[in-house]
């Protein structure tokens, strides 16, 4: 698990823009979409939102692109998903279903993605 104020300053600041007034950050989890570059994954007081770095062309230019900012009222289901090679490396797969979708935040370290998961059923409750 990760701290917010460890993020990076871009990362912080996408996030501040998309949380309302009485909204806060709950739980920061880094997870692997490629070696180098994590998803970031915040799970709010309303939401659960993933955030990863792009980049234009070169390493230069870089930019922050939402993967998924998901309610946890159009939530239908949650589930925590270990396959074969999720197991070798200790790790999980969060799914999140949603009325036509589901999205997957994958390669998450499996002490965190049981945090996680937790975390958005606990909020999910409330």
């Known amino acids: 698990m990760a701290e917010f104020a460890n993020m990076p300053p871009r ?52 930019y922050a692109n939402v993967r998924c900012n998901v309610l946890f009222t159009e939530m239908r289901d949650v589930r925590l998903v270990r396959c074969f090679k999720h197991r ?10 949603v009325v036509r979708n589901v999205h997957w935040i994958d390669n998450i370290s499996f002490r965190s993605a049981r945090s996680a998961y937790a975390c958005i059923a606990k909020q999910r409750e409330k």
């Open 11 to 62: 990362i912080q600041k996408i996030v501040n823009t998309h949380l309302c007034k009485d909204e806060r950050v709950c739980l920061c989890v880094l997870g692997r979409s490629n070696l180098l570059r994590p998803d970031f994954v915040f799970i709010t007081t309303r939401r659960v939102l993933v955030l990863d770095e792009r980049y234009m062309g070169s390493l230069a230019v870089s």
């Open 88 to 97: 070798l490396l200790g790790q999980a797969k969060l799914e999140i279903s």
